[in-house]
């Protein structure tokens, strides 16, 4: 058995709020994403679920945790590839 596909609404989940986060203009570096927005967390949550608080906690803890390592991920290959032109 497939040990994700219970847990693959929260991948979806993540994909589409990705949509609402913002991003800061790094000049010629690109644009540096910030945090997935708590409003969009909310509102997701408001109309798919998870409904229940204890469940609506850890959906945040691992949508956070998940975009945490995103936005790391994106702004040192941003920071990789700035460093690269200038030299």
Request: glycine share 6%; proline share 6%.
């Amino acid at each position: 058995p497939d040990p994700f596909s219970d847990n693959i609404w929260i991948l979806q989940a993540f994909y589409l709020l990705s949509g609402s986060r913002n991003y800061i203009s790094g000049g010629l570096g690109g644009a540096y994403p910030q945090a997935i927005p708590i409003d969009a967390i909310l509102t997701y949550a408001n109309i798919y679920g998870p409904h229940d608080l204890e469940d609506f906690e850890r959906f945040h803890q691992v949508i956070t945790a998940v975009d945490k390592v995103y936005v790391e991920e994106q702004i040192n290959t941003l920071n990789q590839q700035a460093n690269k032109k200038s030299k």
